[in-house]
Structures are given as C-alpha cells and as structure tokens.
C-alpha cells in the first residue's frame, strides 16, 4: 500500500520537545532517587560500624582488658577471657585488630596492633587533649576514619580506668569499613550503568509515547489541508474517541460549517446581485436602442429617454440599498441609540401612509399607548416602519385594512403590523427575509414596479441589532401579521436627542 509522506517538520520539534522533557524528566528522577539512596545506605551503613564500634568497646570496658597500675611500677595490660571459649577469642580477635592503649600522657603505650601503627596516629599532646575533653565530659568520646595500608577504618577513642586508682587512660578501637565501602561502591556502580541504561529507555519511550500522541494531529492537519475554498463541504472525520482532539476536530468542523455558509451566502449574493442589476441595465439598453434605431418624433425619443431613467432610478436606488444592507451587516453600520417615543413614530407614520393607502383604497389604522419610550435608532427604527408599512398596503387589496398595534410591558415593546393582504404561502415564509427574495408567482416578478427584495432583510437585521425578536404569521388570501419585540433598554442612560432626524425610506 502506498503510504502518503507526513509532513514532519510540523511535529518535529514538538516531538523531539516531548522527548527531552521526557528524558529530562528521567534523568532528574533517577540522579534524584540515586543520590538520595546513597546517601542513606551510607548513613546505614555507618550506623552499623558505629554498633560494632559500641559492642567492642562495652567488650574492652567489660573486663577483658584489665589495667594493672601499682604506683612504683608502670602500668600493664592483662586480657582476661577464657582461651578455650571460642567466642571470647573471637571478641579478643576483633578488638586485637586495630587497638591502642596508652596512660593519659599518650607517651606510654600499653598496647598496640600493628594496624593502628600503620594508620596516622594521634599525637601524645592530642591525646592528652583529647583525654582532658572527655574528663571534663563524662560520656564523650571521639569518632573518626583513618586508612591503613590503604583500607578505611573507623576509629573509636575514650578513656577507661584502671581498677584501683581509677586513673584514667586513653584507648582507640578501630573497625573496618572495607565491606561498607564495597556496598556503596557496588550500588554507585550499578547506578553508573542502570541510569544512561534507563535514559535510554525513557527517551526512546517518549519519543514513541509523543508520536502515538502526535499521529492523529497529524492525520487532522492532513485533512484540513485537503479543504479549501472550493472543497468546503469535506469535514474531518471524528476518531469517536471523545477526547481532546475530537473537541479540537469537532470546533474546527463547526468553524468550517460557518465559513461555507459565508461562502454560500457570498456567492448567492453575488448571484443574486448580478442577476437584479441585469434586468435594469437590459431594460436601459433596450430603451435607448428604440431611441437610436425606431425613434422617429419628438414625443418617441422623450418617452425612451423617460422610461430609461425610471430604470437608472431603479438601479441607483438598489445599488444605494445594497450599499446599506452590506455596511449593516459587516457591523460598520453603528447604531446610535436615543429615547425613541415609538407610539409617536407610528401615529406619524400612520399619518404620512393615509393618502397612499386611501388611494389604493386600504384602510389604516393604529392602536397605540400615549407613550412608548425605548432606546433605539431613530433613523432605522423608522427605516422598519416604512417597509413593514409600503409592502402591507402593497399587498392588501381595495377594501383591505392595515392595522398597527403597539404594546408595552415593563422591559419590552411589541408592535403589530396586520393586514387583510393577499398573505404569504407557508413553503414561501422561511425566505422571505432572505436578501432580493420575492414571493414567486404572484405578479411580483422582478420588474420596473416591484420592490427590490431587500425591505424585509433591512427589517431583521435592524431587529437583530436592537437585540429584538420578529415574527411572521400569514394565511393566503386573508392576510400577513408582522410581530416585532423590541427591548426597552436603559432609558436613564439616554443622551438629549438634539434635533429630530429627517425619515429615510428605501
Ligand atoms: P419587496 O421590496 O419586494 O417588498 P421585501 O423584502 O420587503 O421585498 O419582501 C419580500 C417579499 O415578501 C415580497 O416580495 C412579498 O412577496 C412578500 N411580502 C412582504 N410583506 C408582505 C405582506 N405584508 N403581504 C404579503 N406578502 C408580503
């Protein structure tokens, strides 16, 4: 099977980064754990010399070793035991082995082993030191390491009486640290080959924990690659193992089932503008054709001309719109908020909207309160009036009615724009805020007199951006009902509106 290259660099350096933290990490811990094992078994270790130490000498005061001091004469050593008792010889062995006896002025020595000779020995005046610390202190005795023939001991020296004048002397034990050495030895050596052993293990164990790690990312930014702008529908599969990474694939899917719905609407949009700026230009071509090659009187070249500039009217009115609605909904359209009196705005509407609509024989009426103050902008607020208010006596027939209704509650507003129109088919409902969309079918075809398909989109995003809810109900053939809810706001933040803007309607 052929396998695909990875793209390595990627992850490289994160998994070589995994890797040394890994092995960093095992080489902290092992030295750590090393040093700190050494160091307790050489305290063990010393702790068991110092009891052999402790045993000898409870040994040697104990009545093995006797002093004889008679005053005229000098002082002798006599061992005591029992040569036929095996332990006994044994314990004399031992203390045999690295011993030095001598009186209090360390000139005359009663006894010592050849060992002791060999080690670097106290001096006479250190031993009389020494022996005068310990008599001022009963208990004390001294404790160190010496080497004899290049083998360490550790030495024990404190001071015993002879029996009948209890004059003091100055005897040193010494024990061997040969063996204890040998263990510590043989546990540093261990550690010298067990630690480089072990850290060879523990990075290559990172480097394949890290890789294990790393795989799926790597599968996940392969197949991010693969989408692009034109393959937006692929999505990363998801390993359904619930972790991490599936909440990274997971976001990362979303993110794109956003961008292709941009890109959709984008491209529709394109479309569609393309689509809506044809039919005027079209139009104009047509008319001015006629004028150049068919136009013969005056009166022929005047209504060409006429009918081409309703058409620019047209076009520029859509382009305007257009202008508009894509500032509003890239955000670079600010609101600019004010006490707005709504019931106010809507008996004034009501009043401008009465000639049109008694004209197409509709009537209009509102129910208001005395007094609705929201925070809103006035300009679009007004903006949403106007096209809710044209298309329903647009599309209410002679001897309809159109009603506007305005409620308030304690934190929100609701205004009702109902009419006895000709309604909306269900399946036509979900789009009609939808940019340049128009109900098909009902003589609303693009056209010199139809609306442009923007009105209702204008009104939703003006709702949106007052944080309102809108909601459409309609039933074909007896009429549309609009229902809008808009927040109160913070009326106490409102700033003195200083002069009252001029309406604007598409
Ligand atoms: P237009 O400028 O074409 O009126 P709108 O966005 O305002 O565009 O409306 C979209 C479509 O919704 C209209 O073409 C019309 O078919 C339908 N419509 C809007 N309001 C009403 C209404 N009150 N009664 C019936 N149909 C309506």
Redesign the pocket.
Known sequence: MARKRKPRHITRSLRVRLMVSYALFFAILLIGTAAVFRARLSTVLTNQAQDILEQEWAALKGGYVRIGFYGNKPPELSWYYDQEDLDERFIVERLRRALLLTDASGTNELFISTTYENMARETPAQIQQRVRMMLASPGKFFLDTRYADGEPYLVRAGVIFDELHKAPFYAAIGTPLTNSLKVLRAYTLFFLGFIPAALILGSWLGWYMSGRALTPVLAVAQAAQRISGSNLSLRIPSREANDELDYLILTFNRMIDRLEASFQQMRQFSTDVSHELRTPITAIRGQLEVALFTAKTTEQYHDAIVNALQDIDRLSQMVRALLLLSQAESGQLVLQKTEVDLAAVVRDFVEQFQIPAESAGVRLVAQTPSRCPVMADRVQIERMIT?LLS??V??TPEKGEVRLQLRKDEDSVELVVA?T????PSQYLPH?FDRF???PGTG?APGPD????????FVSWIVKAHDGVIDVE?TPGQG?RFEIKLPVGDLAAAPIESAVQPIVSE
């Open positions: 096209n298309n329903a647009k599309f009419d129109g000709r309604g909306i009609i969309y128009r109900v609303t139809q609306g442009l398909g923007l009105g209702l989109s309609s549309t």
